[in-house]
């Protein structure tokens, strides 16, 4: 099984991204895991050889592509007019279900670049990223989209439902998740245009959808498995959670500072708030998925360093035997949301 890692694009140098790739070889050894390094091959190979992975050699290879799409350039723009990026270059080397492409650069160009290369899904209208978020008390819940589709139509939310039902079955093992609708209330009522005919699309769907899903459960307890957003919702909604967590372990921190007896607590509860913080934190989870194209494509936080992209490519690598392009096309085959 062969990773395409993205090297170029995202906001860490190069040297990191490659230390993390090494590090998940290292974790991975007696295994088919090979890395493709794709970007200026040259700085790669010396960032290989300075980190002592000459052991790890025969499991690593390059593809060089001299240039980089930044996360301040126009996503579809870009992708046109820098094919020998490290993003670009890296989709367009997907060959078969076995490989999976990996990048931390700019979102709307990995997801400009798969639609282009790649292509999407017959029936998919557009592409979905689905994330997996824990909660207090009822394991892992998906989101999608989280930043993929940003002027969603209804559509595009009811098949994002679709997308993640199969995300839940396979990767997550939930035989029936029930899907819900992300919304400013549990009414039917509630939500706005683009919410309110959503409804009637995901009606039309042997789904089990249970309604709309308010914001505050989402770490909590939700009422649903899978719960769908448009992506600029989504995207806010992580960012976020993010820096709630990182507000909150800091106003934890302050507090254990206030007193002497704070100080003494803090360094007995240290240890569990470090866990906590590496429980919730993006560097955990790795990479998320993009749902709805003809190849398996995942996208690292931007600022994913080596623990990131360590995990990012420990998970990822799961994805060839969930084949979810395949499971994605029968479910999209079998449901018709034409009136």
């Not at 989709?91 to 639609?115: P, Q």
């Not at 209330?185 to 939500?191: D, I, L, S």
Request: glycine share 10%; with cysteine; charged share 25%.
């Amino acid at each position: 099984m062969k990773v395409l890692l993205d090297t170029m694009s995202g906001d860490a140098p190069p040297e990191e991204i490659i230390k993390g790739a090494i590090q998940a070889l290292r974790e991975t050894q007696g295994t088919n895991l090979e890395i493709t390094l794709v970007g200026k091959e040259e700085l790669n190979r010396e960032e290989v050889e300075r980190l002592e992975a000459k052991d790890l050699h025969s499991r690593i290879s390059y593809l060089h592509a001299p240039n980089t799409i930044s996360m301040e350039d126009t996503p579809t723009k870009a992708v046109r007019s820098n094919p020998d990026s490290s993003l670009v270059k890296g989709v367009k080397a997907l060959k078969d279900k076995s490989e999976i492409f990996i990048s931390s650069g700019n979102t709307g160009a990995v997801v400009a670049a798969s639609l282009f290369n790649l292509g999407r899904i017959p029936g998919v209208s557009r592409p979905g990223l689905a994330g997996v978020a824990p909660t207090v008390k009822s394991g892992n819940v998906v989101l999608i989209d989280i930043g993929a589709t940003t002027d969603a139509e209804p559509l595009n939310l009811a098949q994002f439902g679709v997308m993640g039902n199969a995300f839940a079955k396979n990767v997550l093992g939930n035989s029936d998740p029930k899907v819900g609708l992300l919304n400013i209330g549990e009414e039917r009522t509630k939500g706005n245009k683009l919410t309110k005919q959503t409804v009637s699309l995901i009606e039309k769907t042997d789904l089990k959808y249970i309604g709309n899903v308010e914001p505050h459960l989402l770490l909590t307890e939700p009422p649903a498995d899978v719960v769908i957003c448009e992506g600029f919702v989504g995207n806010i909604l992580i960012k976020a959670f993010e820096g709630g967590v990182e507000g909150t372990v800091g106003f934890f921190k302050q507090a254990l500072r206030s007193s002497l007896r704070s100080k003494i607590g803090g360094l007995i509860l240290r240890p569990t708030l470090k866990d906590l913080k590496n429980q919730l934190s993006y560097a955990q989870f790795g990479a998320v998925p993009l749902l709805g194209v003809r190849g398996v494509v995942f996208v690292a936080h931007g600022r994913s360093e080596a623990r990131a992209i360590k995990n990012a490519i420990l998970k990822a690598r799961e994805a060839s035997r969930w084949d979810l392009p395949g499971k994605i096309k029968t479910e999209m085959e079998r449901i018709d949301f034409s009136d």
